[in-house]
Antibody
């Protein structure tokens, strides 16, 4: 059974940093692209970042480019999101999601999400 | 960046009725790169349809997707009580992923 479990939830001040983790199990982690998607309270889904299978290619939404860094450790089956320069508008539930079997074009499994609160 | 616009914003229907949800793109989208998700309150999204018309694993056949170019549709043939939720379309193109703003299907 595919499982994605996010961690790193927290309250951080504006301008602060936080690292999220996503532990994967039930599939060959190194064979799939991985993504982060977020959802602000009461709002819709927003793409955040993508990383390919070996970590050699990464992509970011314009809203987080230069402030967030996605990475992965295939030996630990874990995906990361290092967030810096946090703003009020970054407050959201952050989901990790697996890229589809047919390619990274869609998200076929999602974690339960972890909440990031940005407030002074 | 391709913008996806979903309509209507809210769809009020009764169990057993047919639901038709629209997703319109600001530029042409490859059918291979259009997906639909369902999200219930307090839960993560769930993949329903990928490649515009392929059902994901375990998705009932009352869910179907169609369309091409800039116009895509998700149809739920007969609404079951568990189908009342928010639905999102999503596209990929030129190393960019975007979602529509969502359509809420509520009980009338």
């Amino acid at each position: 059974e595919v499982q994605l479990v996010e961690s790193g939830e927290g309250l951080v001040q504006p301008g602060g940093s936080l690292r999220l983790s996503c532990a994967a199990s039930g599939f060959t982690f190194s064979s799939y692209a991985m993504h982060w998607v977020r959802q602000a309270p009461g709002k819709g889904l927003e793409f955040v970042s993508t990383i390919n299978t070996n970590g050699g290619s990464t992509y970011y939404a314009d809203s987080v480019k230069g402030r967030f860094t996605i990475s992965r450790d295939n030996s630990k089956n874990t995906l990361y999101l290092q967030m810096g320069g946090l703003r009020a508008e970054d407050m959201a539930v952050y989901y990790c999601a697996r890229g589809g079997r047919g390619g990274w074009y869609y998200f076929d499994y999602w974690g339960q999400g972890t909440l990031v609160t940005v407030s002074s | 960046e391709i913008v996806l616009t979903q309509s209507p914003g809210t769809l009020s229907l009764s169990p057993g009725e047919r639901a038709t949800l629209s997703c319109r793109a600001s530029q042409s989208v490859s059918s291979s790169y259009l997906a639909w998700y369902q999200q219930k309150p307090g839960q993560a999204p769930r993949l329903l349809i990928y490649g515009a018309s392929s059902r994901a694993t375990g998705i009932p056949d009352r869910f179907s997707g169609s369309g091409s170019g800039t116009d895509f549709t998700l149809t739920i043939s007969r609404l079951e009580p568990e189908d009342f939720a928010v639905y999102y379309c999503q596209q990929y193109g030129s190393s960019s992923w975007t979602f529509g703003q969502g359509t809420k299907v509520e009980i009338k």
